[in-house]
């Protein structure tokens, strides 16, 4: 299936990545889309005779071919998203684009993508936790993904390449320029340690209506999506609302109750649409990769407290191994549930426990 054809598909008017997909389904190639007659796609759910006259009349072919001498004169990748380069992660959104630009130099399908977003007005806290949570997550052989925009993105992809960290900038515009422009020394150093990708052909300017869609990108590529610092409006919050629509795990950072730049945070979590995490550490807990670090530390041996009470170390020692659900816990201690849902609380509020996503629970080293 020639590339031509592929950008064609994704530059005909009112033909979005759904209907593009309906119509490779039918056609079974971008080729032939564009040798099909008006019956044809009007058959295909979604092509009135409008969008049929449309795709029949379009000089798409032409203009992906201007298209393409760019495109392979500056040495971009184009992904299919059909392609075993093509992020996998965000393959499976309903919404994924056709086709992806890439210059970079890393795997796109990483073992583990973590999205990193905030507000642009990053204040030093929110700077110290990009810091903090970069060098937390460098063991684990990590892509940083965010959106290269002012603020915590920035900080994120910074850090990450003074790390060594492989990251990945997302962009709301052609892979002609940058933008902000400020940050194109930056981007020229990721370009070494990661990559910028955009589902935007080169010419596209950052026009504000590209960037929700750059965030679902965001939100689609990671496994979590961590935001940082967030006011009470942005694209920090739509793109944890987008990461949540996915079914992907969403964490925050809490900030004080006054702090402008923390009300986004604060409200993700109060709402369940993001978990609290008080450290980076925390995340590590959550998802669940400890001992997966590539230079794993020698198990920690679990100290308990001499103060426990009887059905408090009964509990305690059944975690020992691994961590445990809640009713398998259950029949392992013989006690029932409801006695041990006031343990599991009275553990977790000692720091002995830590509650884990699917109602696991585990032993805090």
Not at 40 to 48: A, P, V, Y
Not at 58 to 65: D, I, P, R, Y
Not at 76 to 103: G, M
């Amino acid at each position: 299936m020639s590339k031509q054809h592929q950008i064609a598909l994704t530059l005909i008017e009112g033909v979005g990545p759904l209907i593009a997909k309906k119509l490779l389904q039918y056609f079974g190639s971008a080729a032939d889309v564009f040798t099909a007659n008006q019956k044809q796609l009007q058959e295909i759910e979604g092509i009135g005779k409008k969008t049929a006259e449309t795709i029949l009349q379009t000089n798409a072919l032409e203009l992906a071919e201007k298209e393409l001498e760019f495109i392979n004169r500056h040495q971009i990748k184009v992904l299919f998203y059909e392609d075993e380069d093509y992020p996998k992660r965000l393959k499976n959104c309903y919404d994924s684009p056709l086709l992806l630009y890439y210059k970079g130099t890393t795997n796109l399908n990483a073992s583990k993508v973590v999205s990193i977003v905030g507000t642009r007005n990053a204040t030093p806290y929110g700077k110290m936790l990009c810091k903090q949570l970069i060098e937390v997550l460098k063991p684990y052989q990590v892509l940083i993904v965010s959106g290269l925009a002012y603020g915590i993105d920035a900080a994120a992809h910074k850090e990450s390449v003074l790390q060594a960290v492989p990251t990945i900038g997302i962009l709301g515009h052609g892979l002609d320029r940058i933008y902000p422009a400020t940050h194109r020394e930056l981007a020229a150093n990721m370009l070494k340690c990661g990559g910028l990708l955009t589902e935007f052909l080169p010419g596209t300017k950052p026009d504000r209506e590209n960037f929700p869609k750059r965030n679902r990108i965001i939100a689609g590529m990671a496994d979590v999506t961590i935001v940082v610092e967030a006011s009470s409006k942005g694209g920090a919050l739509i793109t944890a609302e987008i990461a949540n629509s996915y079914n992907r795990d969403v964490y925050a950072f809490p900030g004080r109750v006054n702090d402008e730049f923390s009300e986004g945070c604060n409200f993700l979590i109060k709402t369940n649409r993001a978990g609290l995490i008080n450290s980076p550490q925390d995340l590590i807990y959550y998802l669940g990769w400890d001992g997966q670090a590539t230079q794993a530390k020698p198990p920690v041996q679990v100290q308990l407290p001499l103060d426990l009470n009887r059905e408090e170390r009964i509990v305690c020692e059944a975690l020992l191994p691994t961590a445990l659900p809640v009713d398998e816990l259950a029949l392992k201690t013989n006690i029932a549930q409801s006695k041990l849902a006031v343990i599991l609380l009275t553990l977790e509020m000692k720091g002995i426990i830590v509650a884990l996503p699917g109602k696991l629970f585990k032993l805090v080293p």
